[in-house]
């Protein structure tokens, strides 16, 4: 016999992937989505049964949770001590990735794309171009006509073309282009536990760009590094005081690394290559958005 709860709590991988996009940390979604069930359970029965569709209803709420939260979060990382990153999501296997489901809409390129844009855009544009709700229901969460959410969503995209990286939601990668991707990662780890300079330059892109979140807790650049050959000089100069066990893993989607240090995790790495060059690199410091990954 089932219940009026088995279709209700079927819809918390959807919601937690829609929060996970929209708030780029998987704590926060999860909160934001327990949030969304306890105003679901507040309603009296009776008001719950008239409800024809419980998950739109759902995610009308955690879509209007999570644009309270992108508005009160941009204030927060005005004090963020450096760069702020998402949070990096294991590969499949691991627990986060049976909640939220790894495509190209949570690539680390696509989700920092994501944190350029408005609260207001970001809600129009992943419910809409990501997971193809109605303007008419976009509406609903952010609180304007859809002809102005359809402006919301145009605005967001010329962003991300703006941005000039390869992620996109219709943007699949082939397994040739991966196993490529896994081959110019696989080089730089070689590289980096080498020691050797001159072979990470020749893998990075004479205009890459590094950026590394320690969120104030633990030590990391506080500003982007940019140049292939400065990274280079970072990762080298790094190597040589950290006790770092490198390991390759899939980071939301992607290939990547993770530094351990004694079986701990301490850095995860996400990078965009182009052709046969790193063009940007992720690296997760701060231990509260590690959490995942122990």
């Not at 999860?30 to 679901?40: K, L, M, P, S, T």
């Not at 909640?99 to 855009?121: G, K, Q």
């Not at 992607?254 to 690296?283: H, K, N, S, T």
Request: charged letters at 25%; glycine letters at 8%.
């Amino acid at each position: 016999m089932t219940t009026r709860t088995d279709p209700i709590m079927s819809e918390r991988r959807q919601l937690t992937n829609v929060a996970y996009r929209l708030l780029g940390s998987l704590a926060d979604a999860e909160d934001a989505v327990q949030e969304g069930y306890a105003r679901w359970y507040a309603l009296p029965e009776a008001r719950r049964e008239e409800i024809v569709s419980p998950g739109a209803w759902l995610t009308r709420v955690v879509g209007r949770i999570c644009l309270d939260a992108l508005g009160s979060a941009r204030v927060r990382r005005e004090r963020y001590v450096g760069e702020w990153l998402p949070e990096p999501l294991p590969d499949p296997g691991g627990d986060p990735s049976e909640r939220v489901t790894l495509d190209e809409s949570v690539t680390m390129a696509f989700l920092v794309v994501l944190e350029s844009m408005t609260p207001a855009e970001r809600v129009a544009f992943v419910l809409h171009d990501v997971f193809c709700h109605p303007f008419a229901e976009v509406a609903e969460i952010v609180g304007r006509t859809p002809a102005a959410c359809r402006q919301l969503a145009s605005s967001a995209r010329r962003r991300v073309r703006a941005s000039h990286s390869p992620a996109a939601p219709a943007a699949r990668k082939t397994v040739r282009e991966m196993g490529r991707e896994a081959g110019v990662v696989r080089r730089f780890r070689l590289a980096w536990q080498a020691q050797d300079v001159e072979a990470l330059v020749a893998l990075l892109d004479p205009g890459a760009v590094a950026v590394a979140d320690g969120g104030g807790v633990v030590s990391a650049v506080l500003r982007p590094v940019v140049g292939g050959e400065a990274i280079a000089g970072y990762a080298v100069a790094l190597g040589a005081v950290a006790d770092l066990a490198l390991r390759e893993r899939t980071v939301n989607g992607r290939p990547g690394l993770v530094a351990e240090r004694d079986g701990v995790v301490e850095m995860v790495v996400a990078f965009e290559v182009a052709g046969e060059r790193i063009v940007r690199i992720w690296a997760v410091r701060n231990p509260d958005k590690l959490r995942a990954w122990a």
